[in-house]
């Protein structure tokens, strides 16, 4: 009740290649979580644990290699701005933008 912004939020998508929902949750109070799960409508289960650092694909932990996905990111930053040229996918921006325009506000406990 003492937040503009939200703190959770239940999204329904419907396309032409399906539905999907999506439930978020920011009220977790013990330190910081950096934690994504993605479920399948067959089962299937991903999460990405610790911000990135560790991958499980149905209940197993993937081997990790290298360092990630960071040098890789740092290098096509480094060749965008050499030629440069600019790399933006706005549909995230899209799907937020139109979840703020048909959302509804509901008043919940207050927030710490």
């Known amino acids: 009740s003492n937040k503009q912004t ?16 999506a439930e978020m949750d ?20 991903l999460e990405l644990l610790n911000g990135g650092e560790t991958l499980i694909v149905e209940g197993r932990e993937q081997a990790k290699g290298g360092l990630g996905e960071y040098p890789a990111i740092y290098d096509r930053f480094a060749a965008l701005i050499e030629g440069g040229e600019s790399e933006v996918d706005a549909e995230p921006l899209r799907i937020v933008a139109d979840a703020f325009l048909v959302g509804k506000r509901e008043m919940v406990e207050p927030f710490a």
């Open 6 to 21: 939200p703190i959770a939020a239940s999204i329904d998508f419907v396309s032409a290649g399906g539905a999907m929902t």
């Open 26 to 45: 920011w009220r977790y109070s013990e330190g910081e979580r950096w934690t994504i799960r993605v479920e399948t409508s067959e089962g299937q289960a």
